[in-house]
Every structure is written in structure tokens, then in C-alpha cells.
């Protein structure tokens, strides 16, 4: 009989690596992020400024999420202008094109956590010391 192979996390584990410090990482302030890119068009200009401030409250948009925000506001443009003509005359194609945008709409605003999901969001309450005279020390 054999006696089996390695098995997941035998061996000895490595040494903790000294000399790595934690280095102060300073938060880049959100206001250049609340004026749209200059290159957007008016109509998706007034959604980024109807949307950025609440995904900036929510620290969902950052320097490196702005081409997604870009294509929410194109795909939410888009979608207002099909649902306008489907308002209109609504024909199978406008309807099927008009889902699909909603979908990917829908779909961006969930990662910006921008989308209604029905719960509210937890609230972090400050941590309260039980006993206030414990910070004191006890004597003994």
C-alpha cells in the first residue's frame, strides 16, 4: 500500500516576511469627480450630475470607475431616447431593444450601488464602551 500524496497545507509554512510597512494612502478628494468629463454630451452631462453625487456618497465612484459611469450615463440616455419612441409607437423591436438597455442599465447602477435593492443599507454605529469607568482601570 501506498502511504497517500501531499496533502493540502502539510509542510512547514514560511516565515513571516519582516521589513514590510504599512504606507499612509491619502484618499483623493471626490470633487473633481462631481463636473462631468468635458467630452460628454449635454444629455448624459445632466445624468452624471443627477447620479455622481450619490455614487460618491456611497464611495462607488472613484478616478478608476469613471469610463464605467461614462457608459451608464450613454446606456441611460440611450434608453430614455427608445423609451420616447416607444412611447410613441410601440413596435416588437423598440420593446426588445428598450428591455435590453434596461437590463444593462439596471445592471451598472447595481455596481454603484446606485439601483433601489429594497433593504436599507447598514448604518456602522459608533462602538460605545460598556462600562465607562472600565477605561479608568481597575484597582487590585
Not at 502539510?10 to 469627480?33: D, H, M, N
Not at 462631468?36 to 449635454?42: D, E, G, K, R, V
Not at 455622481?52 to 456618497?57: C, D, K, N, V
Amino acid at each position: 500500500m501506498s502511504w497517500g500524496g501531499a496533502r493540502v497545507g502539510a509542510g512547514r509554512k514560511p516565515k513571516a516576511t519582516r521589513g514590510l510597512r504599512a504606507v499612509p494612502v491619502q484618499i483623493p478628494s471626490s470633487e473633481p469627480l462631481l463636473t462631468p468629463p468635458p467630452a460628454l454630451p449635454t444629455a448624459q452631462k445632466d445624468v452624471w450630475l443627477k447620479w455622481a453625487p450619490l455614487a460618491i456618497r456611497r464611495q462607488t465612484l472613484i478616478a478608476e470607475n469613471v469610463p464605467a459611469f461614462v457608459l451608464l450615463c450613454e446606456l441611460e440616455v440611450r434608453r430614455a431616447q427608445i423609451g420616447a419612441m416607444a412611447d410613441k409607437e410601440p413596435t416588437p423591436e423598440l420593446l426588445r431593444s428598450l428591455a435590453q438597455y434596461a437590463k444593462q442599465v439596471e445592471a451598472l447602477l447595481g455596481r454603484f450601488r446606485l439601483a433601489p435593492f429594497g433593504k436599507p443599507e447598514a448604518i456602522e454605529k459608533p462602538k460605545t464602551v460598556a462600562n465607562p469607568w472600565g477605561a479608568l482601570g481597575a484597582r487590585g
